[in-house]
């Protein structure tokens, strides 16, 4: 068990929440690849609704909820866990052309 601050923890759930709720619904509205009105044609459109989603505000909020949260677990234990997370990673994402964006 390690004690948390309730404000370090009501952070960092609001940003869970958010992120979990947020990208579901995006999912629900994107994520129907059976459904030929909302395959790979919609493929700009989620896009465009994850590029309006993640904007600067939230990756700072993400990032701060990662800080606070981040005093609480040792360095060892976050390198440890750090080795087991499965980042994304930028070398297999699709190359960006002037056709692609």
Not at 67 to 94: F, H, K, N
Request: contains cysteine; hydrophobic residues 45%; aromatic residues 6%.
């Amino acid at each position: 068990m390690v004690e948390v601050a309730k404000n370090d923890l009501l952070a960092a759930w609001a940003v869970l929440e958010n992120l979990a709720v947020s990208l579901d619904q995006i999912g629900g509205v994107f994520g129907r690849e059976n459904d030929a009105a909302n395959g790979s044609e919609n493929r700009p459109a989620l896009q465009e609704a994850l590029g309006a989603y993640l904007t600067p505000e939230l990756v700072k909020a993400i990032n701060d909820a990662r800080m606070r949260l981040g005093q609480y677990v040792p360095d060892e234990e976050a390198e440890a866990m750090s080795e087991r997370i499965a980042y994304w990673d930028c070398a297999t994402a699709p190359k960006v052309t002037s056709e692609t964006g």
